[in-house]
């Protein structure tokens, strides 16, 4: 029988433990398989939109961050002021006119790319006369048109945050609109005339769910006020996308899991009545907690689930499927579906932001723009 000194022993105990050391241990899988396209190295970006040509356009909010232009077009490797820089900047004196703060940006699949401008840097009280929605012809990379909204349909905190377009209805088309600052609501745009209604304001539905607190990356996100005291971030309806038929629009509050739908011609219908209207909004069920929204033209809804980071995509039986899970989608903000068959998304890293960790900054450049097959065209727009 071999004899073991203490020596020995010791001397196997310890390549016993670095063999452990050395090991690989079990972690959590990825799913899905995700493709880098852009990688931001300056501002953070929210929306992208992929027109029917393949271009691709994001925008930057005025948040915080430097932003010397808040829509751009990827071109040749490089964020390009679109359609230049001077539409980039406010106009002084004409707020309807330049950009002031860009939170959406949406290809229609008829050639224009419309912008919905927030007119409300840094979370402020949108300025009045320039929240709007401006069409730029991507033959000319002109101006369209500009639509103002009007003063009736806006809150005096209103942060205008997704839109999504039905050219159907009416003589010109609709445009759906989430307005994300407490109490919530959807705004509905007549592309023709311009006249707006709004549906939905402070409907539970629509606004912050008040028992919702998001964990993301293992921590609860909380937003430090000026007194020291935390509390949880309060996003009314956010997400939006519209059913392949026009019938449905999707939304969902970023402050809640649950997924929506309202028939639209209920939210077009000038003689329903607001009872009648948050009568007839449907609970989806939880959904995760998501940013964004989108739809497929086989009538599958697509969702961030920012505290898991994934995408999930809802099947027509109701169900849920995880497209994408990876430590890389680091708050998973806007979907847009191209001609090529993908879905992109921007990855912002938003939660790292200072106001929910103690005034220190935790994002790290770069900030991506994604895409994962998934084989299907844009719901159609007309």
């Known amino acids: 029988m071999p004899r073991f000194t203490a020596l020995t022993l010791a001397v196997a105990l310890a390549v016993g433990s670095l063999t452990a050391q050395a090991a690989p241990l079990p972690q959590e899988r990825t799913l899905g398989q995700l493709e880098p396209v852009f990688a931001f190295q300056d501002a953070m970006p929210t929306g992208v939109t992929v027109s029917e040509t393949g271009r691709i356009f994001v925008n930057y909010p005025r948040w915080g961050d430097a932003v010397p232009f808040t829509v ?28 002031i703060s860009v939170q959406s940006v949406v290809a229609d699949g008829r050639g224009h790319l419309w912008v919905l401008d927030t007119a409300a840097p840094g979370f402020a009280a949108p300025k009045a006369g320039g929240v709007k929605l401006v069409a730029i012809d991507l033959k000319t990379n002109k101006v369209a048109r500009t639509l103002v909204f009007p003063a009736a349909v806006l809150e005096p905190n ?33 592309l023709a005339t ?20 998001p964990v993301v990356e293992g921590e609860p996100l909380l937003m430090q006020r000026p007194d020291g005291s935390k509390v949880r971030p309060a996003i009314a309806s956010d997400g939006i996308a519209l059913s392949p038929d ?96 993908y879905l992109y998304f921007t990855a912002n890293q938003l939660h790292r932001q200072a ?28």
């Open 246 to 341: 026009g019938g449905t629009l999707y939304f969902s509050p970023l402050s809640s899991r649950h997924l929506y739908a309202v028939p639209t011609a209920l939210l077009r219908d000038l003689s329903a009545s607001e009872a009648q209207v948050r009568a007839g909004v449907q609970d989806l069920g939880e959904k995760g907690a998501s940013d964004g929204l989108e739809a497929d033209a086989q009538g599958r809804v697509y969702a961030g689930d920012y505290e898991h980071n994934a995408v999930r995509q809802r099947q027509a039986d109701g169900s849920w499927k995880t497209l994408v899970h990876d430590p890389r989608v680091l708050w998973p903000d806007t979907f847009s579906i191209g001609p090529d068959g």
């Open 158 to 190: 209103s942060y205008v945050n997704d839109v999504r377009f039905d050219f159907r209805v009416g003589r010109a088309g609709v445009a759906y609109v989430t307005d994300s600052a407490p109490p919530g609501g959807l705004i509905i745009l007549d």
């Open 355 to 382: 106001q929910f960790h103690n005034g220190q900054d935790l994002r790290q450049k770069p900030y991506s723009l994604f895409r994962v097959k998934i084989d299907a065209q844009p719901a159609p727009t007309h």
């Open 72 to 99: 751009a077009e990827l071109k040749d490797g490089k964020a390009v002021p679109y359609p230049d820089a001077a539409l980039n900047v406010e106009t002084p004196g004409q707020p309807g006119k330049g950009f």
């Open 194 to 213: 311009g006249q707006a209604q709004r549906r939905l304001t402070g409907a539970p539905q629509a606004n912050v769910d008040p028992s919702f607190v």
